[in-house]
């Protein structure tokens, strides 16, 4: 990853970003924000969202931190559950 991906990866812990605004931020072009967003997400650390840019106000495109899955409610398919023994006296 890039300098300026990793920069760009500090800044969306704050807030997501559209790429106008986040080129502004991060002082570059928008090509290359573009290519930062790029290595983020097919690293896995962030994805891109359709929704109204908290800085400008725009209904855009934004890149923000992906959001971890939340286990606590998956459940289990019935041939993975660990199988307990049989308890009691034998």
Known sequence: M??????LLEDIHATP???SCGSRRLACTNWDFLKAT????????AQCTYEKCQVC????LLVRLRRAPSWDRVEPEAS???HSPPSGPR
């Open 38 to 45: 790029r290595a983020l997400v097919t690293g896995g650390h």
């Open 2 to 7: 890039d300098d300026l991906a990793l920069r």
């Open 17 to 19: 970003l559209c790429v």
């Open 80 to 82: 993975t559950r660990p």
């Open 57 to 60: 106000g725009v209904l855009e």
